[in-house]
T-cell receptor, first 113, second 118 residues
């Protein structure tokens, strides 16, 4: 069965520094990959998604992620973070044969002044 | 336009009681999902409904949990004989998906219902 691993439960980083949030999934069959963000006291919203085509996808707020099939990874990156990026980030995967989504346990990004 | 709404926003109940959680998806969305978010556990898939197809119930943790979707719109998640381990935030999401790998492959989440079982 498909599973998603977000190894880092918390990531502290200083403002304007780069950040990478890691995501690995278990199955290498055709998949769709997503990053969702949950700002404090707000609901989850889509940050970016990989469905097909270019393996580098760009999302809102300057975030991007790269699909690496051989490493079954979909790491999220931002070259320079802001205080407002403080939130919890969830990686999710959906196999092409189902509409079921599997979410990771989340990574709490804390941006420090 | 209106987003996904859930009610109640908070629910406190006693162990052994039944609870019903409601989700109003975005109008016209064909897919509806229920998740459970527990501290440190991320989002746990419970069930999804897609159009007129049979729902995928593979994530329901026990037979105390059930869900229905009436008229392809509103959904109710019912937990019978609640236990303290059922305490969590229950999230509903909907999406307009007519085919996989379309630009519509986006879930819109509601604010959640925070359930506390005493």
């Amino acid at each position: 069965a498909q599973s998603v691993t977000q190894l880092d439960s918390q990531v502290p980083v200083f403002e304007e520094a780069p950040v990478e949030l890691r995501c690995n999934y278990s199955s290498s069959v055709s998949v769709y990959l997503f990053w969702y963000v949950q700002y404090p006291n707000q609901g989850l919203q889509l940050l970016l998604k990989y469905l097909s085509g270019s393996t580098l996808v760009k999302g809102i707020n300057g975030f991007e992620a790269e699909f690496n099939k051989s490493q079954t990874s979909f790491h999220l990156r931002k070259p320079s973070v802001h205080i407002s990026d403080t939130a919890e980030y969830f990686c999710a995967v959906s196999d092409s044969g189902t509409y079921k989504y599997i979410f990771g346990t989340g990574t709490r990004l804390k941006v420090l002044a | 336009g209106a987003g996904v709404s859930q009610s109640p926003s908070n629910k406190v109940t006693e162990k052994g009681k039944d609870v019903e959680l409601r989700c109003d998806p975005i109008s016209g969305h064909t897919a509806l999902y229920w998740y459970r978010q527990s501290l440190g556990q991320g989002l746990e898939f419970l069930i999804y409904f897609q159009g007129n197809s049979a729902p995928d119930k593979s994530g329901l943790p026990s037979d105390r949990f059930s869900a229905e979707r009436t008229g392809g719109s509103v959904s109710t998640l019912t937990i019978q004989r609640t236990q303290q381990e059922d305490s969590a935030v229950y999230l509903c999401a909907s999406s307009l998906v007519t085919s996989r790998a379309s630009d519509e492959e986006t879930q819109y989440f509601g604010p959640g219902t925070r359930l506390l079982v005493l």
